[in-house]
């Protein structure tokens, strides 16, 4: 084969790649979702051409730099939340709500013959739950206990029953520094009588705030107690509602908060010593001025917002529209729900507890 028949049949070879290499990138051009490159194909005229390979080679240049940038940004190592610790030099101490599992003293009931049926009927009045007491009742039996409970001052009796702040806190002192405990004691009724807060100072406008602030973690720097439970002096039969147990309930809450002393205490015997460990969980809403302000409405009989005043409203507000009372130990000048109440109309409900927010 001659030097000029090999030029010829490798210019031949050229062209027919060129064809195919036309055909591929007209069939890509064609057929690609890449519009940029589709429409400058297409396009009419030159200025348009030039107009879509432009805004092709833009695009694509931005898209290199965000590329760029993204990368950059990640070799740094970003943190998108970062947490902070604050040592405080100080916290202030709860509340410290004291309540003896005895409502009544055995001495206050026989001095006063009192009867058993009396106590217990007149327990009834503690109970969210009725016990359904008049089924082991004669009609007759049911009506007597009523007439006695109306003559009754219901709150001086259950002062007067209670053993007092003197018999059961004998000894207080915080971080070292004695202190008269029941000088400063408030008494509170709950679902277990008579009960002691400790630790509580009161403004002028109502609002009650911590009496103590304690600087460092130990046993020996928070509050000591010495309570007397007054065993000797215990009823000898159950009180529905109550309990057999001998001892002390305690809860500590935020003193402007009711107690939950029923639901959330600590149960103490006699003849022990119970240290309990505490830390504080601080809730923070959002700004008020971008998201509103959620708990900052009033309560009735609470002077600050608090998540167990708000539910303590509930369960008020249900049981007023079943009995037109209250409960014994719920603040308010509406009147008082007595055992019939509590036993004949006053019925189980799941209050709306999610109305309320923690705060």
Partial sequence: MTEKESEKEEKGSSDELEVINHELNKDFLETTTFHGLVMAYHA????????????????????VSQIFLLLSRYSTHPINTIVTRHYADELSFPAVTLCNFNSFKASYIAANNITESQVRYFREMFNVV???FKLNRSQAEVQQLDAWIDSLDIMQFVTDAAFTCEETIRFCQFSGEVFDCCAEALPVLTGHGLCWT???????????????????????????????????DYTDFYI?????????????????SPTTVDTDGYAVPPGVHTYAYLDVTKYISLRSDNWGDCVN????????YSYEACVNNIIASEIWDQCH???????????????????????????????CLIV
């Fill in 198 to 232: 400790l630790g509580v100072r009161t403004h002028s406008n109502g609002t009650r705030y911590s009496r103590f602030a304690q600087y460092f973690q130990s046993s020996d720097a928070g509050l000591s107690a010495w309570v007397n439970v007054h065993s000797e």
């Fill in 130 to 132: 009725p016990s359904y």
């Fill in 44 to 63: 009419s005229n030159t200025p348009e051409k030039i107009f879509w390979i432009s805004a092709c080679t833009i695009g694509f240049g931005l898209l």
């Fill in 325 to 355: 009372c209250r409960l014994i130990f719920q603040l308010g000048d509406t009147p008082t729900c007595k055992p019939k109440d509590m036993i004949t109309c006053v019925q189980p409900f799941a209050s709306d507890q999610c109305k």
């Fill in 240 to 256: 529905p509602g109550s309990t057999q147990d001998q001892g002390i309930r305690i809860n500590f809450h935020l003193p402007h």
């Fill in 297 to 304: 409405f009033p309560l009735p009989h609470y002077n600050v």
